[in-house]
Nanobody
Framework: QVHLVESGGGLVQAGDSLRVSCAAS????????MGWFRQAPGKEREFVAY????????YYSGSVKGRFTVSRDNAKNTVNLQMNSLKPEDTAVYYC?????????????????WGQGTQVTVSS
């Protein structure tokens, strides 16, 4: 049974850094694309970042590129999102997701499993 559990959210000030993590279980982690999405109040969930199974390939949304870094530890079955220079508009619930058996696709309907999310709040 696939489980994705996020952790590390919290309340920070603008300009601060924060790292959120996702612990995965129930599947061959190193063969699966992993991604981060977020949903701000009153908005649709949006793609944030992607990392390939081996970790060699990454991709970011334009709004976070240069500030956020996605990484994974396949020995520990974890994927991390390091968020620097946070802005109030980064406030959202952050979700990790797993995408099986396809070429990377950022559309959320193509992702197979989701975590419950962790809240990140950035105050101005």
């Amino acid at each position: 049974q696939v489980h994705l559990v996020e952790s590390g959210g919290g309340l920070v000030q603008a300009g601060d850094s924060l790292r959120v993590s996702c612990a995965a279980s129930g599947f061959a982690f190193n063969t699966v694309h992993m991604g981060w999405f977020r949903q701000a109040p009153g908005k649709e969930r949006e793609f944030v970042a992607y990392i390939s199974g081996g970790g060699a390939a990454t991709y970011y949304s334009g709004s976070v590129k240069g500030r956020f870094t996605v990484s994974r530890d396949n020995a520990k079955n974890t994927v991390n999102l390091q968020m620097n220079s946070l802005k109030p508009e980064d406030t959202a619930v952050y979700y990790c997701a797993a995408q099986f058996d396809r070429t990377f696709d950022a559309r959320q309907g193509t992702w197979d499993y989701w975590g419950q999310g962790t809240q990140v709040t950035v105050s101005s």
